[in-house]
């Protein structure tokens, strides 16, 4: 009785250590299993930096016959370091803080270790406490690239067609989004100022029109008083001109192109306070006309605004004023 006991125990005791042999190592299997999922644990923690949700499985699939804890339970991430091996790059073992998921790329590896001893239940069978370490890998996916929807024959938008060049939200082959792009906003409706005046979209900005305009700022350029003056005697016969530029504020631009475009091609410099002249105070200085009396245009151009005046020149016999 005594050897058929030994016996029929140490079967038991075998089985255990088989059991306990398939449970380790499938713990390691499960942790990294659970850790390499596509997806969320939560909404916004992946799988893969679960590290609770980890161990907690590593946990379930032993814990029949092993009860283990957090310290027998080891995880890591590496990846390839160009030399043939790996490099260990972050864990989740305490008391070092998780990875973030910055950390790791696609393709990196959760490597998963589950250690623990296996001790028979009767002493008297003859086998010792027995280590056992399992280490389990697995790559992570952090995403699955598939073609652009441009080229995936899928009404990604619901319009009916079909990638490029049929969606007309498809600018190749390339394109990653069917949809056509939104609305550009217009500056007096986008909440922002656009031309740094401390005052943002219609209606409290003056330089906008409506909510559709799409330039906040303004500029207005006028003849200065008694401008532009037309000499009618003599050969040649210049013309004499002074412009105002102003912003929707009426403070003085200085920095703005301005330039007299008919009759003739005639560039102005600034004389200071927004006032843009072409000469200190001679008719000689200015271009040749022809005929008689002339219409003069003068364009003011600073970035995008531009203003332009139309006035008929006044006619000077004699020397200009």
Partial sequence: MPVLLLVVLGIIEFGRLFATFAMVSGAARSATRYGTAVGNSSLVTPYYLDCSGIRDAA???AVALVSLGDS???IEYDRDDGAGGTAVIANCNSPDPAPLATDLLNGDRLVVTVAATYSPMVPIVPIPPLPMSFISARTIVKFISGPPECNDALDNDGD???????????DSLQDNTEADPPAPVAACNDSLDNDGDGIADFPTDL???DWLDNDEGAITVTFAPGYPLHKTTGSPKPIYVKAIVVDEWASPITDAAVQVTAPVILALSHDGGGVYGNGSGSCASGG????GLADVTVTAIRGSLSS?????????AGVCP
């Avoid at 005046?309 to 006619?315: E, G, P």
């Fill in 288 to 291: 040749n006309i022809t005929g």
């Fill in 59 to 61: 946990k379930r699939a």
């Fill in 308 to 316: 332009t005046a139309t006035v008929t020149a006044l006619a000077y």
């Fill in 160 to 170: 009916g067609l079909l990638d490029y060049p049929d969606d007309t939200g498809c």
């Fill in 207 to 209: 330089g906008c029109a």
């Fill in 72 to 74: 027998e339970i080891t």
